[in-house]
């Protein structure tokens, strides 16, 4: 949704009242006028509608036994986290950035494990290029220059999440279903994945049917 200037003749006496609010609400002068206006002439801000898509994620998430959800670290991420059933029981990060503005991507999904192990770095990382790789060959096709919007480094893994295809699969409450079924797909073919890590060769095989059951029951993003 785009932004403009525009200048207001207001009371200084609302004026300095608008300030009290915002200052409580953490927010500035001209975001929280924007939130009244919009309020009123019931028209959805991107804030809003960020603030829908948490607050069913968070729904969708609360009897996860895999994924705990945290408060919200700003008004525009969401953290997760999830714990590996392997040495030391070592966490695993979602974090979910969404964007305030309209265009090709919801957001971004930024997957980390802080570690000075090497040897669980480097499983980790072998992961993502496992997942980078079969996503490639099973929907590469469909982005821009045939690969999945995706960057890999040590122990992290970040991924751009695009709206979906089809108009009807981008309200607030499709968007949060098709971005959990996406954490929720990603941290159990992780686990499975250490699971077996001393056996990749039948473990790809399963993590390739699971994917495929995903990509068929699942909004695609």
Not at 68 to 76: K, L
């Given at each position: 949704?785009?932004?403009?200037?525009?200048?207001?003749v207001?009371?200084?006496?609302?004026?300095?009242?608008?300030?009290?609010?915002?200052?409580?609400?953490?927010?500035?002068?001209?975001?929280?006028?924007?939130?009244?206006?919009?309020?009123?002439?019931?028209?959805?801000?991107?804030?809003?509608?960020?603030?829908?898509?948490?607050?069913?994620?968070?729904?969708?998430?609360?009897?996860?036994?895999?994924?705990?959800?945290?408060?919200?670290?700003?008004?525009?991420?969401?953290?997760?986290?999830?714990?590996?059933?392997?040495?030391?029981?070592?966490?695993?990060?979602?974090?979910?950035?969404?964007?305030?503005?309209?265009?090709?991507?919801?957001?971004?999904?930024?997957?980390?494990?802080?570690?000075?192990?090497?040897?669980?770095?480097?499983?980790?990382?072998?992961?993502?290029?496992?997942?980078?790789?079969?996503?490639?060959?099973?929907?590469?096709?469909?982005?821009?220059?045939?690969r999945?919007?995706?960057?890999?480094?040590?122990?992290?893994?970040?991924?751009?999440?695009?709206?979906?295809?089809?108009?009807?699969d981008?309200?607030?409450?499709?968007?949060?279903?098709?971005?959990?079924?996406?954490?929720r797909?990603?941290?159990?073919?992780?686990?499975?994945?250490?699971?077996?890590?001393?056996?990749?060769a039948?473990?790809?095989?399963?993590?390739?049917?699971?994917?495929?059951?995903?990509?068929?029951?699942?909004?695609?993003?």
């Amino acid at each position: 949704m785009e932004r403009n200037v525009y200048s207001l003749v207001l009371l200084e006496d609302v004026v300095q009242a608008v300030d009290r609010l915002a200052c409580a609400r953490g927010t500035s002068r001209s975001g929280l006028i924007n939130q009244i206006l919009a309020d009123y002439l019931s028209c959805t801000t991107p804030e809003e509608r960020i603030r829908e898509i948490f607050g069913r994620m968070e729904q969708m998430l609360t009897d996860s036994e895999n994924i705990q959800v945290r408060s919200p670290e700003s008004g525009t991420r969401l953290t997760m986290r999830s714990t590996l059933r392997y040495r030391y029981h070592p966490t695993v990060r979602y974090a979910l950035e969404l964007s305030r503005r309209e265009g090709a991507a919801v957001g971004e999904l930024r997957i980390s494990l802080r570690t000075q192990n090497r040897q669980l770095e480097t499983l980790l990382t072998a992961f993502f290029k496992f997942r980078e790789h079969m996503e490639n060959r099973w929907i590469g096709s469909r982005f821009p220059g045939g690969r999945v919007p995706c960057e890999i480094g040590p122990g992290r893994y970040c991924r751009t999440l695009p709206y979906p295809a089809s108009e009807e699969d981008r309200t607030s409450e499709r968007i949060a279903e098709a971005i959990c079924a996406y954490i929720r797909e990603f941290d159990r073919e992780l686990k499975r994945y250490f699971s077996s890590s001393d056996n990749p060769a039948p473990t790809g095989a399963v993590l390739e049917r699971s994917y495929r059951d995903y990509l068929n029951s699942s909004i695609l993003i």
